[in-house]
């Protein structure tokens, strides 16, 4: 795996509680972490991670100019 670390990144979510005047509200925080270097991107922040929503997230990160997933990287 080490000869493939510049080529990789991985992605998971973790959740923050906040208090707001509603009442306590959980956001779901959606990043990825190149593995090589270490660097973390948040892709997306929200209440509710939909389908729709993981859709866009994929196209965000994955976008040829700006994408965090340059072309050739692997997602683990």
Known sequence: MRTHLE???????FTAEVWTRSG???????F???LATRKVH???I??????AWMVQMARNV???GDGF????????
């Open 7 to 13: 080529i990789l990144a991985a992605t998971d979510f």
């Open 62 to 64: 994955s976008f040829a």
């Open 42 to 44: 948040v892709a997306g």
């Open 69 to 76: 997933l340059s072309p050739g990287q692997r997602l683990i």
């Open 24 to 30: 306590l509200l959980t956001y779901y925080v959606l």
């Open 46 to 51: 929200t209440l509710n991670p939909d389908a």
């Open 32 to 34: 990825f972490v190149h």
